[in-house]
């Protein structure tokens, strides 16, 4: 049974919702509560997949993510990568000097610091980015803005008073599109293979892991630990490495590696977005 819906964490006009209609426009959107209630929506059916943000170019991993992705039972079968652009949203008809206050996340506030500054515009809190316009539509109050995607002025009846007002222009986030069901069948030019693993108990067995990948000419784009099961001895590390785990080198590399390791699972095998190529062709200007 398929429901052509692909879920997401958050109101409708997030960035995960953007990052949904972007990448799948012909699918219907899901909005869920928590990470959590993402993965399960996909896993009881209720969507066919899932929209999760993983790592911000400007804030780094998103919290708990890593946690839940080996224990969801899903797969990735796609990257996206979503520019962030932050619009000032006000009810229709409002001059930017009648602002006062701008509300948003936390996260999305500390991304505007030049611009607020600028126009004297105080920072106000809110739940999330969204939600923020939904609020700020509720209200009706002029002196009263959300910073949040143009998409969620357009949901919440909300006049953009100014675009692409954060401080660095490159704040892009990945976001991982995953579905109950792995498909290792896609070829591109370039690929990549996820997965998580723990090493043996053993002196510099992570040293000895990675250096399959060395001596085979795979290049690792990521490669992050964190504790498991509550305790500081448990670690699983998680990682991205450029190719297909049917490439010859790719192959060897991770031969070597379960030799190393207690356990070692794929969460996904897909296709690099093409602004991954792009990103880091600017970085080395």
């Known amino acids: 049974m398929t429901t052509n819906r692909i879920a997401f964490q958050g109101e409708l006009g997030a960035y995960s919702h953007e990052a949904c209609r972007t990448a ?23 969507a066919d997949l899932a929209m999760l943000p993983v790592e911000n170019s400007t804030y780094g991993r998103v919290a708990d993510i890593h946690h839940l992705l080996p224990e969801s039972g899903l797969h990735i079968i796609e990257e996206a990568f979503v520019r962030v652009h932050i619009s000032l949203l006000a009810v229709p008809g409002t001059p930017l000097s009648q602002v006062r206050e701008a509300m948003s996340h936390t996260v999305l506030l500390g ?21 923020s316009a939904k609020e700020v539509a509720a209200r009706g109050n002029p002196s009263l803005a959300a910073l949040a995607a143009p998409l969620a002025g357009e949901i919440y009846g909300l006049e953009r ?17 995953m579905s109950r069901q792995p498909d290792f069948s896609r070829r ?21 892991a990675m250096g399959g990948f060395a001596t085979n000419g795979v290049n690792m784009t990521k490669l992050e630990s964190y504790m498991v099961d509550g305790v500081f001895t448990a670690t699983q590390f998680y990682a991205d490495v450029e190719g297909h785990p049917d490439d010859e080198n790719l192959r060897r590399a991770l031969d070597e590696l379960r030799y190393f ?25």
Request: proline fraction near 5%; glycine fraction near 6%.
């Open 261 to 285: 390791t207690s356990s070692l699972d794929v969460l996904g095998v897909y296709p690099a977005d093409p602004l991954r190529e792009a990103q880091r062709q600017q970085a080395q200007i």
């Open 188 to 208: 591109s030019d370039r690929m990549l293979t996820s997965f998580v693993f723990r090493v043996r108990n053993i002196p510099a067995a992570l040293y000895k």
């Open 111 to 131: 991304q505007c610091r030049g611009f607020l500054r600028q126009h004297g515009i105080r920072s106000v809190t809110g739940a999330d980015t969204a939600g």
């Open 24 to 46: 799948r426009p012909h699918m219907g959107a899901l909005p869920c509560r928590t990470f959590e209630d993402v993965i399960e929506a996909v896993r009881s059916h209720d």
């Open 161 to 177: 008073l100014a675009d692409q007002i954060e401080d660095r222009q490159n704040n892009t986030t990945r976001f991982l599109i």
